[in-house]
């Protein structure tokens, strides 16, 4: 677990006068284990703001830190963070097992190691039966926790989700959420959780962060933020 501290934070799409700056000098500090929800109108810079937490858009000015390290500069791969995308592409071929093994696989952790991490994301997901099965032979909650379990077994500092409840109908939303909650209250992993649904955003969030047009305008309780006239 770690802390994720946001300083001065810009963004700018493009070079010179045509740039396009979308993030404008944003500041956060995020506890260590806490859930913490991004929410906003479509464009506002949400998930701009998260890919760059993630590695996957660069910093124009501003820093992040996870932890005590300064993250600007370090790959995607070497932040020890796990993102859990709404749309969650399982490997059709491959068991539930292996769609939650594969990335260990691919950084080399031993195959005990590896067994240890899978059984333990299982056992928290309702998944220990299934581990046998393609993701065809599964509904799409269950389809949906092996998503989750792929970043579990990561064992990151940091949870980051892209809107992960936004294709999923009603009913599959409100279980997801569910999930997503006893997630964090066993695991207790920091976690930035990006959507647009305002309730969704104060039914999880221990502080949301409000953005509008590129800026933060709000950080606070779901409470303090909802007070305000
Ligand atoms: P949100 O997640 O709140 O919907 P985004 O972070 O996706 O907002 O987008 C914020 C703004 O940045 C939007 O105006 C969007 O068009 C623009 N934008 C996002 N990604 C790019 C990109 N790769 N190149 C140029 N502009 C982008
Ligand atoms: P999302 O809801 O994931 O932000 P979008 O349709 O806004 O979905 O963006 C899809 C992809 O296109 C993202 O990788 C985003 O960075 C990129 N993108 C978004 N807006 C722009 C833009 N104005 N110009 C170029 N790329 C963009």
């Given at each position: ?36 929800v991004?929410v906003?109108?479509s464009?506002?810079?949400k998930s ?36 859990v995308f709404q749309n969650y ?55 949906q ?16 989700f892209d809107e992960p409840l936004s294709n999923l109908d009603a009913?599959l939303r409100a279980?997801t959420r569910?999930?997503i ?12 959780f990006v959507t647009h649904d305002q309730v969704e955003a104060?039914?999880l ?25």
């Open positions: 677990m770690a802390s994720i501290s946001i300083r001065n934070l810009v963004k700018r799409y493009g070079h010179g006068p045509s740039a396009n700056q979308v993030i404008h000098g944003v500041d956060a500090e995020i506890s260590d284990g806490e859930f913490v991004i906003g109108p464009g506002c810079g701009t703001l998260l890919r760059m937490v993630a590695g996957l858009e660069e910093v124009s000015e501003g820093e992040i830190r996870i932890g005590d390290r300064v993250v600007n500069n370090v790959e995607p791969a070497d932040r020890d963070i796990a993102m592409a399982l490997y059709p071929h491959m068991s539930v097992y292996d769609n939650m093994a594969y990335g260990l696989k691919i950084k080399k952790v031993p195959v005990d190691e590896i067994r240890t991490r899978v059984d333990k994301a299982a056992k928290i997901l309702e998944l220990s039966a299934l581990l046998d099965r393609k993701p065809r032979a599964l509904s799409g909650g269950q389809r926790r092996v998503a989750m379990g792929r970043a579990i077994v990561r064992n990151p500092q940091v949870f980051l009913k279980q569910l999930e909650q006893k997630l964090h209250a066993e695991l207790g992993v920091t976690s930035l104060m039914t969030a221990q502080r949301m962060i409000v953005m509008n047009g590129g800026r933060m305008e709000q950080f606070g309780t779901p409470e303090e933020v909802y007070a305000r006239p």
